[in-house]
């Protein structure tokens, strides 16, 4: 390339990354058309309409008349949505909060009053006042605090008759305001004597003497607490009870001090002699 140095292919090749980069351009106010930007339209179209040819009396009562439907469907919309937030009211939910920082965290806790603001409902939880666009979730009041129920987990025992021992539950009698203060415990129909049960640090330990009477085989334990939920759970804790088989077989009744085999045998013995 005669005549050109270079510096100046240099400068036209930054030129040329110049245009390549894209522009950015900043988007203003909400991209939603609310009644009031609709109306702005309708205004404007109007005001700068051609004189020669101008908007005909149909199309200006339908532009209107599509407002009006607008402005209504907006009005309901928010009303609905106050209403529903009354029922909030007692409600355990989740709400969003952002702080001070950007930083977005989730907050759970019970909704103690509803309040209007500049035509928006606001949750009132925990002292502190949320936007009810701010709600993710609504539990159920039994789901709410179903964790925080008793329980008992999936558990298996052998309990052999010939060989009593102690059986030690592993169960949960609840926590924050929804425990339970006792538990009753049922064995193949009847409920275990209180003196045959103790309970300390998560374990429920249950006296051999509560199956004494019970008949060989596969029992379920019933655990029916007295929390607020009246809590029963009968299907995770099964015990086996069994007894020891004998196999000795006539060795059982020589060591009872049977000895009326060998007394017969020696008399045979004298006979023969």
Do not use: C, W
């Amino acid at each position: 390339m005669a005549g050109v140095t270079n510096t100046d292919l240099t400068t036209k090749l930054d030129d040329l990354e110049g245009l390549k980069t894209e522009k950015k351009f900043e988007t203003r106010g909400s991209s939603e058309l609310g009644k009031e930007a609709f109306l702005k339209l309708l205004v404007t179209q109007l005001s700068n309409q051609d004189p020669l040819n101008p908007q005909s009396d149909q199309d200006f009562i339908a532009q209107l008349a599509q407002f009006s439907s607008l402005e209504q469907m907006q009005n309901m919309s928010a009303t609905l949505t106050n209403t529903s937030a009354y029922s909030l009211v007692g409600k355990d939910v989740v709400v969003s909060s952002t702080d001070s920082v950007g930083k977005t965290t989730e907050v759970r806790g019970i909704v103690d009053a509803v309040k209007m603001q500049n035509g928006n409902a606001e949750l009132l939880i925990d002292g502190k006042t949320y936007s009810i666009d701010d709600l993710v979730q609504v539990m159920d009041s039994y789901y709410a605090v179903k964790e925080y129920l008793p329980s008992v987990k999936e558990q298996y025992f052998e309990f052999d008759k010939s060989k009593p021992s102690m059986i030690n539950v592993e169960l949960d009698l609840g926590s924050n305001g929804y425990e339970a203060a006792s538990v009753a415990v049922m064995l193949n129909g009847k409920y275990i004597d209180s003196e045959h049960m103790s309970y300390d640090d998560g374990v429920l330990r249950i006296s051999p003497e509560a199956f004494k009477d019970v008949t060989p085989g596969t029992y379920t334990l019933g655990f029916y607490f007295d929390d607020p939920y009246k809590t029963v759970v009968t299907d995770q804790v099964k015990v086996v009870v069994k007894t020891a088989v004998d196999h000795s077989g006539d060795t059982a009744g020589k060591e009872d001090g049977d000895t009326t085999g060998n007394e017969t045998d020696e008399s045979n013995k004298t006979e023969n002699e």
